[in-house]
């Protein structure tokens, strides 16, 4: 074989890694070799033990990213625990939902402030130390489908994806000559706290469920293998791309 997966000797900081996709995506890491930070409000404690549970090294930092008061902290940790950070998933993510013409303006900052500019701070301290070794590094953004489509009800949010599969690109041409792969995941519907409130709507979640090619809803489980091709040597010559993983939805 002339490519790998492993990711033995790499460390990976995944945000919002206590749940949901974030949690599914620091496992698959694990289990590919990684040793894993976890980065969150929450308790790690779910997270640690499945990490650990594949021989992983885990240590979890405690941190609140609706500001960017915990970047520097993050990272210092990071580094200190394990020499080096190879891997940022930038995952940790939030929505709002309320018809556009009502929407308010803290939900438009506390949506904004998560999912675009501490992802954007995040991303810009941890590639300065990818660059200060020149060692290189992969970025992955958790996009969504709305960084293709338009949505409703969710206008922060749509926005916040969009604007990241656009940085997504901006950060994939400074830094891709630098040996930093940054790219993007863009999850169709998956089973989290993120779309309960869909799943709870017997109309809008037969909508949705009618037209996903693949004719069930994602396990989290389903994008691991997705964040471990795009962290792993096997993605080294794949720059600013946006992978829809989405049982076929956008192809539709
Ligand atoms: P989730 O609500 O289960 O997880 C979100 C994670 O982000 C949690 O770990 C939460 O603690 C963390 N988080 C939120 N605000 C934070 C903050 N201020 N500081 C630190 N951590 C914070 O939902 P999920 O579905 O697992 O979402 C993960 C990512 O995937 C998000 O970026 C979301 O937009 C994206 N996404 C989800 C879906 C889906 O169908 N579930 C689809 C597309 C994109």
Redesign the pocket.
């Known amino acids: 074989m002339t490519f790998s997966l492993d990711l033995s000797g790499k460390t990976a900081i995944v945000?919002?890694?206590?749940?949901?996709?974030?949690q599914a995506i620091a496992v698959a890491l694990a289990q590919a070799g990684a040793a894993i930070v976890a980065?969150?409000?929450?308790s790690m404690e779910e997270t640690e033990r499945l990490c650990r549970d594949t021989g992983a090294a885990f240590h979890a930092v405690q941190?609140?990213?609706?500001s960017l008061e915990p970047i520097e902290r993050i990272v210092s940790e990071a580094a200190s625990v394990s020499g080096r950070i190879d891997i940022l998933v930038n995952?940790?993510?939030?929505?709002r939902r309320a018809d556009a013409i009502a929407f308010t303006e803290k939900d438009w900052d506390d949506v904004m402030n998560?999912?675009l500019k501490s992802t954007f701070f995040l991303s810009q301290a941890v590639a300065r130390t990818m660059l200060a070794d020149e060692g290189g590094g992969k970025i992955i953004n958790?996009?969504?489908?709305l960084s293709f489509q338009g949505g409703i009800r969710i206008p922060s949010y749509t926005a916040s994806?969009s604007g990241l599969a656009g940085l997504t690109r901006l950060l994939a041409c400074e830094w891709a000559a630098k040996g930093i792969n940054v790219n993007a995941i863009?999850?169709?519907?998956?089973v989290?706290?993120?779309?309960e409130a869909l799943r709870n709507d017997p109309k809008r979640s037969s909508e949705i469920l009618g037209r996903i090619p693949a004719g069930r809803w994602?396990d989290?489980t389903d994008l691991g293998g997705a964040a471990v091709f795009l962290a792993s040597p096997a993605a080294n010559y794949i720059h600013g791309v946006v992978l829809p993983v989405d049982g076929g939805w956008l192809a539709r």
């Open positions: 945000t919002g890694a206590n749940t949901g996709l974030g980065v969150g409000r929450s941190a609140d990213l609706s995952n940790a993510g939030i929505i998560v999912n958790i996009a969504s489908l994806k863009a999850p169709g519907y998956f989290t706290n993120n779309t994602g989290p």
